[in-house]
């Protein structure tokens, strides 16, 4: 059974860093792509960053470029995201995703692209 399991979400003030968690089971995605997306309160689930897995080829939202960056472990077959200077406009649940296919340098930022999903973790930037 493949299984996302997310964690390191939580509440931290604005300035503060927090690094999200996402382990993969049951599965590898060595040939895709690993994205973390984000929905706050009455907005769509918007693309935040992403990773391929075959070259570790990065991509980011522009909102957080420069504060965000998406890593992977291979040997822990887990991606982070840490995040720095956060802002309360980072408030939004937080997903982890993977897709078993991708081209090098193309991780995908559209969420239908995804076929596997965590539950989501809360991430609250207080000001």
């Known amino acids: 059974q493949v299984q996302l399991v997310e964690s390191g979400g939580g509440l931290v003030q604005a300035g503060d860093s927090l690094r999200l968690s996402c382990a993969v089971s049951?599965?590898?995605?060595?040939?895709?792509?690993m994205g973390w997306f984000r929905q706050a309160p009455g907005k769509e689930r918007e693309f935040v960053a992403a990773?391929?897995?075959?070259?570790?080829?990065?991509y980011y939202a522009d909102s957080v470029k420069g504060r965000f960056t998406i890593s992977r472990e291979d040997a822990k077959n887990t991606v982070y995201l840490q995040m720095n200077s956060l802002k309360p406009e980072d408030t939004a649940v937080y997903y982890c995703?993977?897709?078993?296919?991708?081209?090098?340098?193309?991780?995908?930022?559209?969420?239908?692209?995804?076929?596997?999903w965590g539950q989501g973790t809360q991430v609250t930037v207080s000001s």
């Open positions: 049951g599965r590898t995605f060595s040939s895709g792509a």
């Open positions: 990773i391929t897995w075959s070259i570790g080829f990065t």
């Open positions: 995703a993977g897709r078993a296919t991708a081209a090098p340098y193309i991780p995908g930022t559209r969420k239908e692209l995804y076929s596997y």
